[in-house]
């Protein structure tokens, strides 16, 4: 069984940063490609960003790009996403997820096995 945790979410102003952390858990052995979605009430769920089991390869939605930021921690199957430039817009639950069976990146919620609880961000003067 593999679990995967968010946690890092809350209510920041515009303008302001939040940094979300991810953790996947219950294969020792597997690198996970890693990747963030959000859904905003009323919305349907969208990409944001993701990051290949090597850290190497990574790739954002274009409405947070130069904005936000995924990176790898040193602890395996650990991954961060630094939100900064906050917009109202950004206001959303926002979802980590994980595949051992995709090399690369993706930007499909299908191509993920493994889903977590989601942690808020709102953003909102």
């Known amino acids: 069984q593999v679990q995967v945790v968010e946690s890092g979410g809350g209510l920041v102003q515009p303008g302001g940063s939040l940094r979300l952390s991810c953790a996947a858990s219950g294969h020792t052995v597997t690198n996970y490609l890693m990747g963030w979605f959000r859904q905003a009430p009323g919305k349907e769920r969208e990409f944001v960003a993701a990051v290949s089991w090597s850290g190497i390869t990574k790739a954002y939605a274009d409405s947070v790009k130069g904005r936000f930021s995924i990176s790898r921690d040193k602890v395996p199957n650990t991954v961060f996403l630094q939100l900064n430039s906050l917009k109202p817009e950004d206001t959303a639950v926002y979802s980590c997820?994980?595949?051992?069976?995709?090399?690369?990146?993706?930007?499909?919620?299908?191509?993920?096995?493994?889903w977590g609880q989601g942690t808020q961000v709102a953003v909102s003067s």
């Open positions: 997820a994980a595949s051992e069976k995709m090399y690369g990146v993706s930007n499909v919620p299908h191509d993920y096995e493994y």
